[in-house]
């Protein structure tokens, strides 16, 4: 990435072609005017990029060749020697260097009034304020679990008028993109108008399971020991103890034990790396995959924020191994989803107290494993809440749900420490029993 001599105008010639022109595949309300490339370098236009690795390092520098301006980045990784290969703006001396730092520094000092600022630390440390004053979010990450809980925080945003509609205002733009060697995707996701990422969880292939037994007995492969010591060595030596995936000290015990235990089976090739891969279940990257991705990502993120064009509907994949082969997919949204939904649809004995209530979305088998202690308020009211306001609230437990709720069909809120965000439940009183 070489330094940018040119003047500003002339960096944005060619996206002035796309924000001053008319055209026959422009995005609703879309006005071709100088207006848009000046909102993208205004104060009001911030964008977010979750994660400043092999992705995050290529959506980086494609924003900041786009036009934007105000650019904040994300990740809680320091740079290590592997990451030299595919993510190109880090170098030798920055090794052991927080990464949302260096790549803040390296793009500011690239390109001429481009303003990215960093944030070393996890994406749960920032509170929901935060990730609502962006005006698009774009995801570089390589974890599931991280991908679900930015979605829950876009989905938490969304509130629904009274007939089941989302509220405009509330919608907050997320892209992200995803990549697994040669194999890629990018996807829009509009809380309340495409699927989010619970709606189609199906997508992602379910991580690689091993028999107890061949990982206690009969380890093979370096997977193997290094499984073993996540799976049962830590539960037996520290019990009690939840492990963190982001704590570097559990993963360095991992570590060292998983190589103790390869060396006693004459196992080769267990390195911090492939822990951290396994455990976290990290997918590999190639630069030239993650450069295609961005490009899209980026893409799709400039659509949403200027129309100049339609946007993706609503998923894009990128098969690489064996030439250049893209394929678009228009998923559903699940109705019933329990992070984007109005609300999932309950169907309730008026009579049943709210206890037997809470009780029923336990049992529930697609509620259920979302829920352990569950809190629910209707509106601005806590039926009922854990915590400081448990004593105020447990004698509703043994009233009735339709003096609580009189109102058929209306939305309650659970919350749950195993929920990533608030799940509305669309309460239906049986008809049968209310007659």
């Not at 935060?130 to 679900?148: K, P, Q, V």
Request: proline share 6%; aromatic share 8%.
């Amino acid at each position: 990435m070489d330094d940018i001599p040119m003047d500003d105008d002339e960096r944005c010639r060619d996206l002035d072609l796309l924000l001053t022109r008319p055209g026959r595949l422009v995005g609703p309300g879309f006005e071709p005017c100088p207006e848009l490339r000046a909102f993208l370098q205004s104060s009001d236009c911030r964008v977010l990029c979750v994660g400043a690795g092999g992705l995050g390092c290529e959506i980086l520098k494609d924003l900041a060749l786009s036009g934007v301006v105000n650019i904040d980045v994300i990740d809680m990784d320091t740079i290590d020697v592997s990451n030299l290969n595919r993510q190109f703006l880090f170098r030798m001396k920055d090794v052991g260097q927080p990464k949302a730092t260096v790549a803040a520094e390296r793009i500011n000092s690239r390109v001429p009034g481009v303003r990215v600022t960093p944030h070393f630390g996890r994406i749960e440390d920032q509170p929901a304020d935060w990730y609502r004053s962006f005006s698009i979010i774009i995801l570089g990450l390589d974890s599931l679990e991280a991908r679900r809980y930015m979605n829950s925080v876009v989905c938490g945003f969304l509130e629904y008028d009274e007939a089941g509609q989302p509220d405009l205002s509330t919608v907050k733009p997320m892209v992200d993109g995803g990549t697994e060697g040669f194999k890629g995707h990018a996807r829009v996701i509009l809380p309340g108008h495409t699927p989010c990422f619970e709606c189609t969880l199906w997508l992602f292939p379910p991580q690689t399971k091993f028999p107890l037994c061949t990982l206690a007995e009969t380890p093979r492969s370096p997977v193997h020991c290094i499984e073993y010591v996540h799976l049962i060595l830590w539960g037996q030596a520290r019990a009690g103890e939840e492990f963190d995936t982001d704590n570097e000290e559990h993963m360095k015990w991992v570590y060292e034990r998983a190589a103790e235990r390869a060396r006693q089976y004459g196992i080769h090739g267990v390195t911090i790396q492939l822990t951290q891969g396994v455990v976290k279940n990290i997918i590999p990257a190639i630069a030239s995959t993650n450069a295609i991705i961005s490009a899209q990502c980026v893409l799709e993120a400039l659509k949403t924020l200027t129309c100049f064009s339609t946007g993706l509907d609503n998923y894009m994949m990128y098969m690489g191994s064996t030439g250049l082969y893209t394929h678009t997919a228009k998923y559903e949204k699940d109705p019933a989803c329990p992070i984007c939904s109005a609300g999932v649809p309950v169907e309730v004995d008026p009579d049943s107290s709210l206890q037997q209530f809470i009780d029923q979305l336990r049992s529930d088998p697609a509620l259920g494993k979302h829920l352990s202690a569950p809190s629910v308020s209707y509106g601005a009211t806590n039926l009922f809440a854990h915590g400081v306001f448990e004593a105020e609230t447990a004698p509703n437990l043994a009233r009735r749900m339709a003096d609580l709720v009189p109102d058929d069909g209306a939305v309650l809120t659970v919350n749950d420490k195993r929920l990533r965000g608030p799940m509305r439940v669309r309460m239906r009183y049986s008809s049968s029993m209310k007659a």
